[in-house]
């Protein structure tokens, strides 16, 4: 889906937003950004040929850190408006961040249409088991028997697996990194941006103020990444799924599936698989077109 | 004097009353007759019972009045509930071998022998053909404009079928010339030809006509027919139309199309709208136009889905929290609800904020003749300050998004165009987009942004006409109204005027904005001034009274699911005049006689 442009190249400078990230020192999400900004630039993806759109959350403040559009909707809503933001000019280059909170509960629903319906874009969900904006509430992917301030005895419900979800509501990209890996959740960035069609990537991103379970120390000694197996076939879904649902003392990050076969939402739609984006198109309707619609009523 | 013709179909939901109505209404538009027509149904696929009411005339026909010339009944429930309401010179025409008149009627009863006209067959769209045949006969109307209509109406199944249709058709036709009465005044035509349309193809519509290039709805009745029309021509007017998992994600998404630079528009019942509401209030804090089509449906909660109600006005008016901008217009007849859609479009897009279109059941379901030179796709289209291309002038590095302007409108640049990036956030932000509303809070920012967000308020007021007064200012009384109800109202006033009794009528078209002091120093002069509202609670007397404090004498109100008959005024109306007296406020609760 990139719009590539060799000009000059540009550096991750370019990407720089008005205002320095307000996370907590030591946040996950910093690694987050660093990377999409870094690829971006790596890619020569021009700043005003990106959207970057996040709903509400400490990770849902990222568009207002980088330099491209921007936008910061509503909490949980951010596919919804990036699937109309995609429609209206599908030569943008849309990218959407935000928390699990933000994600797989309130948003849960928008996430299951959007990957059914392969819109092409990338999406970063930065995991932290938690909400972290709000000050420490446990989130849909926080552990059974996690101990917050909303359930302050344990957590007795079980966590969502937002990889087998995505798997099971059939997305053509599916994978999982982790911030304090940079260089391979770059490389994941830049294969998900390249994918044609729903790319999702959920980054474990440490909250280093509410979550003190699944700390950096944690992942790190759990985490094995799926293409040091060789053997790993990430076009097999079947396999996808089983890695996927790894849990414990072995937690898989990479790639976990991708398909090309199937178009993205704006190839499948022949008004827009042709022909300039609907944003700069002609408003008038031609008269023999409207003639007809007149006759049908007479 | 009425000169009106009204035809009424009743029948069971699958008994097929839609085609015969369809066929009335193609054969009186073509003879250049107005017509209005209403279908009171119920939320069943099959079964219950489906009254469709179809008033033609040579003038304007408002609504869908208070007498049926001719009945059809298609089955014996709908004999039963409706004879007793057949006046003299009215006739029926039904199948004698599955129907009874049962009660007495002053009515000239024509029963048509089904199985032996159309020889043995059984199928209902035979007696429905028969008696839509018949009543033509009766009316005076030529074979021909029937057999023209059949002819299309069938010819994708074929010349056989079609034969088989104009042969029974022809049976009826030539059956009734022998056995039944004509109406005492045939049909009349004149040179016209008109387009029927409802009022949800007229929104529809009326969004093609002003460029909407993007459409998204869930289904929800009686709001599902702009889907429909817009899913249908969605190819070629070139509208990309999406069917989305509900209606937060409609109005996310519309906002979405909206902020990549098109013109974007959603519709939905109330149910559906209440959902949208946190959408709303994005579209007024990122400052992205959006119009949202509600049409009403008798509520609360899933309420009656096929029933018509004007009870949303306060939803309307509080949807979304925190103060805003906001547009909000009920079209007053169908051919309004094709207008109005690019007029708000234009609005919306000039003060980038929401746009709400409030129509109900009455007008979306409902359907009207409209001369079709009327249904101008050459209308105005303004998109406001938008930046879509860059222009070296605007400065690389000078751009802020949320400027703050005395208009209170900033130049909105869409994605895509070089050298004006910003992030358009639903937290309050400065004029360069970056929030304000946590880490940096301060209150001058934020007091600047509500304010320059506020002062488009003077310029959609300046934008919108107040309403006028229609009628003779020195009325005896004056009808208030709202949106659908113009017609109804128009009809009521009409027929006082006969009586002697001299009416004028203030009927109000924009909600936001107002104008309360102009409808003040009408209604200050009116003699005796009284609220007609299809609610409970009087929803626009008591918006009025809060942003006015004008009190009417008196209400007329129905919140049975039903529209007003001009009957139900006039009387109500009458009742007040009569004890004017009373120091208090009237209220009338006109009953629906007619069980639908
Ligand atoms: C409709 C709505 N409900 C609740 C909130 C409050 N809220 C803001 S962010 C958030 C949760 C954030 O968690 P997550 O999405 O995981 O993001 P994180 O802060 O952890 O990055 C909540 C509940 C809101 N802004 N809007
Ligand atoms: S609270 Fe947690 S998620 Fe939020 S900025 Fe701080 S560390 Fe990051
Ligand atoms: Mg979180």
Redesign the pocket.
Same mark, same amino acid.
């Given at each position: 889906m990139a719009t590539v442009l060799q000009l000059q190249p540009l550096t991750a400078a370019d990407f720089k937003g008005k205002v320095d990230p307000d996370w907590c020192p030591g946040c996950g *999400?910093f690694g987050v950004l660093s990377s999409l900004q870094k690829v971006l630039a790596e890619m020569n993806i021009l700043p005003h040929n990106v959207v970057t759109i996040s709903? =509400? !959350?400490?990770?849902?403040n990222l568009p207002g850190f980088i330099d491209t559009y921007g936008m910061h909707t @509503?909490? !949980?809503r951010a596919l919804a408006v990036a699937t109309g933001v995609k429609m209206a000019n599908h030569k943008l280059n849309v990218v959407v961040t935000?928390? *699990?909170? *933000? !994600?797989f509960?309130?948003g849960g629903n928008h996430f299951i249409h959007t990957i059914r319906r392969n819109v092409d874009l990338l999406y970063v969900a930065?995991d932290?088991q =938690?909400? !972290? @904006?709000?000050t420490g509430?446990t989130?849909p992917t926080s552990r059974k028997g996690m101990k917050t301030k909303s359930m302050p005895y344990g957590n007795v419900e079980e966590p969502i697996n937002p990889i087998t979800l995505a798997l099971a509501a059939g997305a053509t990209f599916v994978a999982r990194g982790f911030s304090a890996e940079p260089k391979h959740l770059a490389n994941l960035i830049k294969q998900g941006l390249e994918h044609k069609g729903f790319s999702f990537i959920d980054v474990f991103s440490p909250?280093v103020t509410y979550n003190h379970d699944n700390t950096y120390a944690w992942f790190r000694e759990r985490i094995k990444k799926l293409e040091d197996d060789v053997s790993y076939d990430s076009s097999d879904w079947h396999e996808a799924m089983k890695r996927g649902l790894l849990w414990g003392d072995e937690i898989p990050i990479g790639k976990f599936f991708q398909r090309t076969d199937l178009p993205s939402l704006h190839e499948a739609e022949p008004l827009l698989d042709q022909g300039e984006p609907l944003a700069h198109r002609e408003l008038r309707i031609a008269p023999e077109i409207v003639r007809n619609f007149i006759t049908e009523l007479m | 004097m009425d000169r009106t013709f009204a035809v009424a179909i009743g029948g069971a939901a699958g008994q097929g009353v839609a085609t015969p109505g369809d066929i009335f209404a193609k054969i009186f538009a073509r003879r250049g007759l107005h017509l209005n027509a209403y279908n009171a149904y119920q939320s069943i696929i099959r079964g219950g019972h489906t009254f469709l009411t179809i008033r033609a005339g040579i003038e304007e026909v408002t609504c869908f009045g208070d007498h049926i010339d001719l009945l059809i009944p298609l089955n014996q429930d709908s004999m039963d509930r409706h004879i007793g309401l057949m006046k003299a010179n009215a006739a029926v025409v039904y199948n004698s071998d599955t129907i009874k008149p049962g009660s007495l009627t002053q009515a000239q009863l024509c029963p048509l022998p089904v199985n032996q006209l159309s020889k043995g067959s059984r199928s209902k769209v035979e007696q429905n053909t028969l008696a839509l045949a018949a009543s033509l006969r009766m009316m005076g109307v030529d074979f021909e404009p029937l057999a023209e209509i059949l002819t299309e109406q069938f010819m994708r199944k074929g010349s056989k079928v079609v034969t088989e249709n104009l042969d029974i058709a022809r049976v009826g036709y030539d059956y009734a010339g022998a056995n039944f009465q004509p109406f005492a005044f045939p049909l009349p035509m004149s040179g016209m030809q008109y387009a029927v349309l409802s009022g949800n193809t007229a929104l529809a519509m009326g969004g093609a006509a002003a460029g909407v290039k993007f459409y998204c709805a869930y289904p929800m009745s009686p709001s599902t027919g702009v889907l429909h029309w817009m899913a249908a021509h969605a190819r070629s007017a070139g509208i990309l139309v999406r069917q989305v998992e509900d209606e937060i994600g409609v109005i996310n998404m519309a906002i979405g199309a909206a902020h990549a630079g098109v013109r974007a528009m959603c519709a939905t019942s109330g149910g559906g709208f209440a959902l949208m509401t946190?959408g709303l209030g994005m579209s007024a804090m990122m400052e992205t136009p959006v119009v949202v089509i509600d049409v009403q449906r008798a509520g609360p909660s899933t309420g009656v889905p096929t029933k018509t109600e004007q009870g949303d006005l306060w939803q309307m008016l509080g949807a979304g929290f925190g103060d805003f901008p906001r547009l909000i217009a009920a079209p007053t007849d169908i051919l309004d609800c094709f207008r109005l859609v690019p007029e708000m479009h234009n609005l919306a897009d000039r003060f980038q904020c929401p746009g709400i279109i409030l129509g109900d059941l009455l007008l979306s379901e409902g359907r009207s003749s409209v001369d079709p030179k009327q249904l101008n796709f050459d209308t105005e289209i303004d998109r406001g300050e938008m930046i879509v291309s860059a222009d070296p002038a605007n400065g690389e590095n000078g751009y802020k998004r949320y400027k703050i302007t005395e208009s209170g409108i900033s130049p909105r640049a869409i994605p895509g165009v070089p050298g004006h990036t910003h992030t358009a956030a639903t937290d309050e932000h400065d004029e360069d987009g970056v929030l304000i509303s946590d880490e940096f809070t301060n209150p001058a920012k934020r007091r600047a942004m509500m304010d320059k967000r506020q002062r488009k308020v003077l310029g959609i007021e300046a934008a919108v006409q107040p309403p006028v007064l229609i009628g003779t200012p020195t009325a005896e009384v004056t009808l208030v109204g709202w949106g659908s109800t113009s017609g109804v109202i128009r009809e009521a006033v009409a027929m006082l005027n006969e009586e002697g009794i001299s009416a004028n009528q203030l009927q109000i078209r924009w909600m936001v904005p107002l104008h309360g002091e102009a409808i003040v120093n009408i209604l200050k002069s009116s003699k005796y001034t009284i609220m007609v509202e299809n609610n409970y609670s009087g929803q626009f007397a008591r918006y009025l009274r809060s942003e006015t404090s004008y009190v009417p004498d008196g209400c007329i109100r129905k919140y049975d699911g039903e529209p007003f008959m001009p009957h139900h005024i006039v009387e109500a109306v009458k009742e007040q005049l009569a004890c004017k007296t009373h120091k208090t406020q009237q209220l009338s609760v006109p009953v629906h006689e007619i069980m639908v």
């Amino acid at each position: 889906m990139a719009t590539v442009l060799q000009l000059q190249p540009l550096t991750a400078a370019d990407f720089k937003g008005k205002v320095d990230p307000d996370w907590c020192p030591g946040c996950g *999400d910093f690694g987050v950004l660093s990377s999409l900004q870094k690829v971006l630039a790596e890619m020569n993806i021009l700043p005003h040929n990106v959207v970057t759109i996040s709903g =509400i !959350g400490c990770s849902s403040n990222l568009p207002g850190f980088i330099d491209t559009y921007g936008m910061h909707t @509503l909490h !949980g809503r951010a596919l919804a408006v990036a699937t109309g933001v995609k429609m209206a000019n599908h030569k943008l280059n849309v990218v959407v961040t935000g928390g *699990d909170g *933000d !994600g797989f509960g309130i948003g849960g629903n928008h996430f299951i249409h959007t990957i059914r319906r392969n819109v092409d874009l990338l999406y970063v969900a930065m995991d932290n088991q =938690i909400y !972290g @904006l709000t000050t420490g509430q446990t989130s849909p992917t926080s552990r059974k028997g996690m101990k917050t301030k909303s359930m302050p005895y344990g957590n007795v419900e079980e966590p969502i697996n937002p990889i087998t979800l995505a798997l099971a509501a059939g997305a053509t990209f599916v994978a999982r990194g982790f911030s304090a890996e940079p260089k391979h959740l770059a490389n994941l960035i830049k294969q998900g941006l390249e994918h044609k069609g729903f790319s999702f990537i959920d980054v474990f991103s440490p909250c280093v103020t509410y979550n003190h379970d699944n700390t950096y120390a944690w992942f790190r000694e759990r985490i094995k990444k799926l293409e040091d197996d060789v053997s790993y076939d990430s076009s097999d879904w079947h396999e996808a799924m089983k890695r996927g649902l790894l849990w414990g003392d072995e937690i898989p990050i990479g790639k976990f599936f991708q398909r090309t076969d199937l178009p993205s939402l704006h190839e499948a739609e022949p008004l827009l698989d042709q022909g300039e984006p609907l944003a700069h198109r002609e408003l008038r309707i031609a008269p023999e077109i409207v003639r007809n619609f007149i006759t049908e009523l007479m | 004097m009425d000169r009106t013709f009204a035809v009424a179909i009743g029948g069971a939901a699958g008994q097929g009353v839609a085609t015969p109505g369809d066929i009335f209404a193609k054969i009186f538009a073509r003879r250049g007759l107005h017509l209005n027509a209403y279908n009171a149904y119920q939320s069943i696929i099959r079964g219950g019972h489906t009254f469709l009411t179809i008033r033609a005339g040579i003038e304007e026909v408002t609504c869908f009045g208070d007498h049926i010339d001719l009945l059809i009944p298609l089955n014996q429930d709908s004999m039963d509930r409706h004879i007793g309401l057949m006046k003299a010179n009215a006739a029926v025409v039904y199948n004698s071998d599955t129907i009874k008149p049962g009660s007495l009627t002053q009515a000239q009863l024509c029963p048509l022998p089904v199985n032996q006209l159309s020889k043995g067959s059984r199928s209902k769209v035979e007696q429905n053909t028969l008696a839509l045949a018949a009543s033509l006969r009766m009316m005076g109307v030529d074979f021909e404009p029937l057999a023209e209509i059949l002819t299309e109406q069938f010819m994708r199944k074929g010349s056989k079928v079609v034969t088989e249709n104009l042969d029974i058709a022809r049976v009826g036709y030539d059956y009734a010339g022998a056995n039944f009465q004509p109406f005492a005044f045939p049909l009349p035509m004149s040179g016209m030809q008109y387009a029927v349309l409802s009022g949800n193809t007229a929104l529809a519509m009326g969004g093609a006509a002003a460029g909407v290039k993007f459409y998204c709805a869930y289904p929800m009745s009686p709001s599902t027919g702009v889907l429909h029309w817009m899913a249908a021509h969605a190819r070629s007017a070139g509208i990309l139309v999406r069917q989305v998992e509900d209606e937060i994600g409609v109005i996310n998404m519309a906002i979405g199309a909206a902020h990549a630079g098109v013109r974007a528009m959603c519709a939905t019942s109330g149910g559906g709208f209440a959902l949208m509401t946190e959408g709303l209030g994005m579209s007024a804090m990122m400052e992205t136009p959006v119009v949202v089509i509600d049409v009403q449906r008798a509520g609360p909660s899933t309420g009656v889905p096929t029933k018509t109600e004007q009870g949303d006005l306060w939803q309307m008016l509080g949807a979304g929290f925190g103060d805003f901008p906001r547009l909000i217009a009920a079209p007053t007849d169908i051919l309004d609800c094709f207008r109005l859609v690019p007029e708000m479009h234009n609005l919306a897009d000039r003060f980038q904020c929401p746009g709400i279109i409030l129509g109900d059941l009455l007008l979306s379901e409902g359907r009207s003749s409209v001369d079709p030179k009327q249904l101008n796709f050459d209308t105005e289209i303004d998109r406001g300050e938008m930046i879509v291309s860059a222009d070296p002038a605007n400065g690389e590095n000078g751009y802020k998004r949320y400027k703050i302007t005395e208009s209170g409108i900033s130049p909105r640049a869409i994605p895509g165009v070089p050298g004006h990036t910003h992030t358009a956030a639903t937290d309050e932000h400065d004029e360069d987009g970056v929030l304000i509303s946590d880490e940096f809070t301060n209150p001058a920012k934020r007091r600047a942004m509500m304010d320059k967000r506020q002062r488009k308020v003077l310029g959609i007021e300046a934008a919108v006409q107040p309403p006028v007064l229609i009628g003779t200012p020195t009325a005896e009384v004056t009808l208030v109204g709202w949106g659908s109800t113009s017609g109804v109202i128009r009809e009521a006033v009409a027929m006082l005027n006969e009586e002697g009794i001299s009416a004028n009528q203030l009927q109000i078209r924009w909600m936001v904005p107002l104008h309360g002091e102009a409808i003040v120093n009408i209604l200050k002069s009116s003699k005796y001034t009284i609220m007609v509202e299809n609610n409970y609670s009087g929803q626009f007397a008591r918006y009025l009274r809060s942003e006015t404090s004008y009190v009417p004498d008196g209400c007329i109100r129905k919140y049975d699911g039903e529209p007003f008959m001009p009957h139900h005024i006039v009387e109500a109306v009458k009742e007040q005049l009569a004890c004017k007296t009373h120091k208090t406020q009237q209220l009338s609760v006109p009953v629906h006689e007619i069980m639908v």
